[in-house]
């Protein structure tokens, strides 16, 4: 009996998986996954096996419209069909999706007939054609087909080795919407039309070839330029076809140097030019260059390793002070993410970002932002230090999670923090895509006692109407709109009317990207209270705008929550006084300082010290009566590193011991010991290990100090 061909069913909801299960599992073996990212592992090991693709377009962690675009741009995969299921049945969402790269769209209830006869119909069009690309001329338009069109290339190349050659490629724009507009007698057509023309440009020396649907390939000797005007007359030849609407064609050029390079690369270079002309709409080709595929390499190099970067906590959480500009007082702050990579080193949030944001892994990261944050406000209120709102960015990626609001709760209840003190920022763009789905759920985060500031409004999306009906409390002016408004009067009155509207909706206005002081005087004569930007502060780590709180004054009005400082000092230090030395236990939970007291008091005087910034204070006054330093690496106001990071650049500090502490794994262990610490001790404690390793670590420093003075060191 030959064996079932394999169908990847990709829904977030369970029924919905087992109903298509039971129609289609006599026929197919059935593959399940509950979300994009899934779908793509799956498809990392298996894409070889799986005949068709059913995708729901609505999911948690990674929708169906990211997943078609990588499924789209990834050769590997793209070849599988899709056909996208979904609740929502308008011409809209089905042309989107077909746009996308969908082969079929059909809509939820199911319907059993129709999904059997729509898988059987596609997959079979795609082992046919699979077929047809075996013969040596494309049926439709003449030309070679791409296996044969690379072997006459390849073959053109070795018998001219004096000729030099450019491969050039085309994409017909929207290809699939014209398909589906004129039907496909009409666009098999077109395409003959266009491969004639591009066969004429090859001429008796070069060959042409279709690759794919809509694209083609040609080998021609090398011109020494090409300019728009060459391309624009193929575009205007190819428009004489009778369809009544314009056709784009654009082209990539890659010139062959390396003749050894198999033609598939050469023509992938190409193809990858082309890409770049998206958003050039004035021009209609562009050389490949190798900036093109080092950006498409770093951009890999990214994906595979964010999750492992995430497990070792190379991402952390800096923060951008905002200002009560009536008063001078800070009265909140914007969590912004940073990735310190352990080769690269800083790395800013433009150079990932927006990558997260195409392949859902943005889903992720929001999550370890927004308990890192409410992980750090408690730590501050534990320290004695007066709260701030902070606000957490909400991508449009996590409102396709219907329990966002008791994710977000629960981390609140975790840290046993007040939801006033987590403002959640809502970019403009993302109420504009669902707007019912989102005020929902917005609604009932309000409801929990959240606030909601809308993000970048002036980046262009909505209009005065719409901002009447979103629920939101804060109005975030994009940092253009700031900056542009000086430049004519009309700005300057336009600025003037959204404050006074967002006053009036009683609303309150933070204007972001404030670098001047001109910006800051018209906007206190606006009437605008709150700014952040570059003039008051650049964002920072978690340490430094820890210690603003301890110094700068704070705007306690409003929502602010008052929480009264604790009584304990910063620095506690043992009352016994013993001869065997000073131990020095830095850490901001006071079990912890606690349990390894408790270890080493007998052999110790015992200094206790909350954060980094306090033992460093303590450190620097007293250098030479610490014996060791038993140092954790995650604290608000100077973190371990820090601390380490001081010490090793100080020559009267630097040969102090230091073991580091910590729960978050090798990847904090391996950067603390090349920074200088002698071992790591991971929580929960071990007491014989934790010993052990704290009495190894200080013959081992001794034994250094004795090889340093006997010259050996």
């Not at 399940?32 to 779908?39: K, L, P, S, V, W």
């Not at 069909?81 to 979904?86: K, L, S």
């Not at 056709?247 to 598939?264: A, C, E, H, L, Q």
């Not at 090889?707 to 050996?712: D, F």
Request: hydrophobic share 40%; proline share 4%.
């Amino acid at each position: 009996m030959a064996a079932k061909r394999k169908l990847l069913i990709v829904d977030d909801s369970t029924l919905n998986r087992q109903v298509l299960s039971k129609m289609l599992s006599e026929q197919y073996e059935i593959i399940e996954a509950e979300n994009g990212i899934q779908a793509l592992d799956v498809l990392g090991e298996r894409a070889n096996e799986i005949s068709l693709i059913l995708l729901d377009i609505v999911m948690p962690v990674m929708d169906g419209y990211t997943f078609l675009s990588i499924h789209r741009a990834n050769p590997a995969i793209s070849v599988i069909p899709v056909i996208v299921t979904t609740k929502f049945d308008d011409e809209d969402n089905e042309i989107k999706a077909l746009s996308a790269g969908a082969a079929d769209f059909i809509t939820k209830p199911y319907r059993a007939q129709v999904i059997r006869h729509r898988v059987e119909a596609i997959i079979n069009l795609r082992e046919n054609a699979a077929m047809v690309n075996l013969l040596e001329f494309d049926r439709i338009t003449g030309v070679y087909s791409k296996e044969f069109f690379h072997q006459n290339a390849k073959r053109l190349i070795d018998e001219n080795p004096d000729t030099e050659y450019d491969i050039i490629c085309s994409d017909i724009r929207s290809f699939k919407l014209l398909n589906d507009a004129y039907g496909t007698k009409v666009c098999n057509e077109l395409l003959a039309h266009f491969a004639k023309l591009f066969s004429e440009i090859a001429g008796e020396d070069g060959i042409c070839g279709r690759l794919d649907a809509d694209t083609f390939a040609l080998i021609l000797k090398r011109r020494n330029e090409y300019d728009n005007s060459m391309f624009a007359e193929i575009n205007r030849k190819v428009n004489s076809f009778s369809i009544p609407t314009t056709v784009v064609v654009k082209y990539g050029i890659f010139r062959i140097d390396d003749r050894s390079m198999p033609v598939n690369q050469m023509c992938d270079r190409a193809l990858l030019a082309i890409k770049d002309l998206k958003q050039k709409y004035d021009r209609l080709f562009d050389y490949y260059n190798s900036a093109q595929l080092q950006a498409l390499l770093d951009e890999q190099a990214i994906i595979d390793t964010m999750e492992e970067a995430l497990e070792q906590r190379q991402f952390v959480v800096y923060f951008q002070p905002k200002y009560n500009i009536k008063e001078n007082k800070i009265y909140g702050a914007e969590a912004l993410v940073r990735w310190v990579h352990p080769e690269k080193g800083f790395m800013p949030p433009t150079q990932f970002i927006p990558l997260f944001e195409r392949n859902g892994f943005i889903y992720k990261l929001d999550r370890f932002v927004w308990e890192e944050t409410c992980r750090l406000i408690r730590s501050w209120i534990d320290n004695g230090m007066t709260p701030v709102p902070i606000s957490v960015n909400v991508s449009r990626y996590d409102f396709y999670d219907p329990d966002l609001p008791n994710v977000i709760h629960k981390l609140t209840q975790k840290y046993g923090i007040e939801p006033k003190l987590l403002h959640l920022e809502i970019t403009e763009s993302a109420y504009t895509e669902d707007p019912d789905q989102i005020i929902e759920i917005v609604d009932k985060l309000r409801a929990l006692g959240f606030t909601i500031e809308m993000d970048d409004f002036g980046a262009g999306y909505s209009s005065l109407n719409m901002l009447s009906k979103l629920p939101i409390d804060i109005l975030k002016l994009d940092m253009k709109f700031i900056q542009n408004e000086g430049a004519m009067n009309r700005g300057r009155n336009i600025l003037s009317f959204v404050i006074s509207l967002a006053r009036w909706m009683n609303l309150t206005v933070n204007a972001e990207g404030v670098e001047n002081e001109d910006q800051v005087e018209r906007l206190r004569g606006m009437d605008c209270n709150y700014v952040q930007g570059f003039y008051f502060a650049r964002p920072m780590p978690s340490w430094q705008f820890a210690e603003l709180l301890l110094t700068a004054p704070i705007d306690s009005k409003g929502e602010l929550l008052q929480i009264e400082a604790q009584p304990e000092n910063l620095i506690a230090v043992c009352e016994a006084e013993r001869p065997k030395g000073c131990m020095m236990i830095v850490d901001d939970i006071k079990v912890n300082r606690s349990v390894l007291k408790n270890y080493f008091s007998a052999d110790f005087n015992i200094v206790e010290a909350k954060n980094g910034a306090a033992a460093m204070e303590y450190i620097k006054e007293h250098p030479k009566d610490i014996s060791i330093i038993l140092l954790d690496l995650v604290m608000p106001v100077m973190d371990g590193f820090q601390v380490l990071k001081t010490l090793k650049e100080d020559s009267e500090l630097c040969d102090i011991p230091v073991v580091v502490t910590s729960q978050y794994g090798e990847g904090n262990e391996a950067r603390a010991i090349e920074m200088g610490a002698l071992d790591y001790l991971s929580k929960p404690y071990n007491e014989k290990l934790v010993v052990r390793r704290v009495y190894n670590a200080l013959a081992s420093a001794t034994l250094s100090r004795q090889e340093k003075a006997l010259g050996l060191g």
